[in-house]
């Protein structure tokens, strides 16, 4: 059956709600993780010659760049 998008909104935040700080912990690094091999993807694709110190450079510069906004 479908669910309506606030119904499961609630259901997701009490199944949070149930977990462990360190479980929630997780799910935030691999959010962070994954959310970083995007913008490598990204990166990559408008500096094709980068290589792979240089990709994580211009990473380091876009984290530092959103800390500041």
């Keep these: 059956t479908f669910m309506k998008a606030a ?4 259901k997701q935040i009490e199944h949070y709600r ?3 700080g360190e479980q929630r ?3 935030a690094l ?3 993780e994954m959310s970083c091999e995007i913008a490598r993807e990204g ?3 408008q500096h094709p010659e980068a290589d792979a110190a240089e990709v ?7 984290l530092e760049l959103a800390r500041a906004a």
């Design 7 to 10: 119904a499961a909104l609630e």
């Design 18 to 20: 149930r977990m462990t």
């Design 25 to 27: 912990l997780a799910i």
């Design 56 to 62: 994580e450079r211009w990473l380091r510069h876009r």
């Design 30 to 32: 691999d959010l962070h």
């Design 43 to 45: 990166i990559r694709r």
